[in-house]
């Protein structure tokens, strides 16, 4: 007795799936080793245990198919929430509920995090917007509680924008060995000595 349609299209959606999500799991796993830069087509579908035709079936360019990489791997993060630093009226406990969120999930994500940043240049222009863009709103998340007077000094911007950059965590915590609540700690301290008053040079 012939198979059912409806049962046929069903299974054959299955294996299209099925497939791309073969091909998505190959490019996660190259990006978090040899990184975005090093990954190719050929070294995904090899990965995947498809052709390179079929790689391109399912993602004709490479910013569909690091979108859809990009798309998987933060699934599986908890990534932080600007929203819910948002609450924190004080701007100390701002700056450092947003820091600890912040390098917690750089903490989680140094492997794919470590080879994104460095390979940057390489990734689809419209994803070095993305990570451009989140930064500077982590950032003025981070410095919407200050007085506007004290918001604008070049030095407080600095400063913040600085501590946000996963670069600034991973030479503090990696290179430098301190734990994620010392990062913060030195950061936040960092951030507020800028909104103090400068003090006059001495005289002579």
């Known amino acids: 007795m012939e198979t059912p349609r409806p049962y046929r299209m069903r299974r054959r959606a299955e294996r299209i799936d099925d497939t791309r999500l073969k091909i998505v799991e190959a490019a996660v ?36 198919l690091f979108a859809a990489c990009s798309a998987h791997w933060l699934a599986r ?16 406990d ?4 947003g820091l600890t969120d912040l ?37 003025d998340v981070l410095l919407a509680t200050f007085p506007p007077r004290i918001r604008r000094r070049q030095s407080l911007r600095a400063v913040v924008g600085h ?10 915590c990696v290179d430098h060995e301190l734990s994620d609540q010392a990062a913060v700690d030195v950061m936040a301290d960092l951030a507020m000595m800028t909104t103090r008053p400068a003090r006059s040079a001495p005289r002579s």
């Not at 978090?32 to 004709?60: I, L, S």
């Not at 989680?108 to 419209?126: F, S, V």
């Open 94 to 97: 701002r700056v450092r509920a």
């Open 29 to 64: 796993q190259l990006h978090g080793t040899v990184g975005p830069a090093a990954t190719t087509v050929m070294g995904v579908a090899d990965k995947a245990g498809v052709t390179r035709a079929t790689v391109y079936r399912h993602f004709p360019d490479d910013a569909s």
């Open 163 to 172: 501590a946000v950059s996963f670069w600034t965590w991973r030479s503090l």
């Open 77 to 92: 993060q908890l990534v932080p929430d600007p929203a819910a630093w948002a609450a924190v009226t004080d701007p100390e």
């Open 103 to 139: 390098y917690r999930f750089y903490r989680a994500g140094e492997q794919m995090l470590t080879r994104i940043y460095r390979d940057i240049a390489a990734l689809p222009e419209q994803r070095r917007r993305d990570l451009r863009s989140r930064d500077e709103h982590v950032r």
